[in-house]
């Protein structure tokens, strides 16, 4: 949805299923919400939710920080990480476990190897992330792999990898730099990774070198304590964003949406 010549824009992802429109929030996005130039208008955000076309007879999308109500939506709230790269004693803020696990990584030998290829990510991703890479399907790692290609065309993209002494890839990760802001899109750690601290020795390398390019550290955030928890050893905060739903599916079928949320 766009107001005048772009002057707000509210990005929305729709689809359709048995020919029924709904909007959902894609995989590898946070949010949406209103997007313009100078400070946030509440109410004219809310405008734009209410102005989502009665078609969609299912909504279940997210809204950037800005957004602390949505009239009309029920809303549960969701959390990600950031790191402030500009205090002084940012390593203060490592936890004690973190620190042990970069001094295993450095008498291991590890190293960290930049410009590596999307491709390289994805595949690895597949091959190394078990718990979670069966949520994807291939055209959603094709759309990854497109997205990481179009990143590095218009923006600043670091796309890292951790080797140990043999050269052999333990862990790695795809960063994309937009203002002031480094956000981390994906990454994957081998087995043999996660047992010398690869992904930590990973984010402190991208943590150290960046201090003086960026203010903050965007880790994409989870609502999984386990992910949260990994990104807060760094020193990292929460922050929240809402999660709206609206059903307005025949009655017949709104048990069905719901069973499968």
């Not at 076309?53 to 549960?76: M, N, V, W």
Request: charged share 25%.
């Amino acid at each position: 949805m766009i107001e005048r010549d772009y002057e707000c824009v509210f990005p929305l992802a729709s689809n359709s299923k048995l020919g029924i429109s709904y909007l959902y929030q894609p995989y590898f996005t946070r949010h949406f919400g209103m997007i313009g130039d100078g400070a946030f208008d509440p109410e004219k955000g809310q405008n734009f939710l209410d102005a989502i076309p009665e078609r969609f007879k299912f909504i279940d999308i997210c809204l950037h920080g800005q957004y602390r109500s949505a009239t009309g939506y029920s809303t549960s709230t969701k959390t990600y990480q950031t790191l402030n790269l500009n205090d002084q004693d940012i390593n203060a803020g490592y936890s004690d476990n973190l620190k042990r696990m970069l001094r295993k990584a450095n008498q291991a030998g590890l190293h960290l190897v930049h410009g590596v290829a999307p491709e390289h990510i994805v595949e690895s991703f597949r091959l190394h992330q078990t718990r979670v890479r069966d949520q994807f399907s291939k055209v959603d790692y094709d759309r990854l792999i497109g997205l990481m290609h179009a990143a590095k065309s218009n923006a600043e993209i670091q796309s890292v990898c951790v080797q140990d002494k043999n050269g052999t890839s333990l862990a790695g990760a795809f960063f994309i730099g937009f203002k002031n802001t480094l956000l981390y899109l994906k990454g994957y750690s081998t087995e043999a990774g996660r047992k010398t601290g690869a992904m930590h020795f990973l984010f402190d390398g991208i943590i150290q070198s960046n201090r003086s390019r960026y203010s903050s550290l965007d880790f994409g955030g989870s609502s999984v304590e386990t992910v949260a928890r990994f990104y807060r050893h760094f020193g990292s905060t929460d922050s929240l964003y809402l999660r709206i739903r609206s059903n307005r599916l025949p009655k017949a079928l709104r048990w069905l949406k719901k069973e499968k949320s």
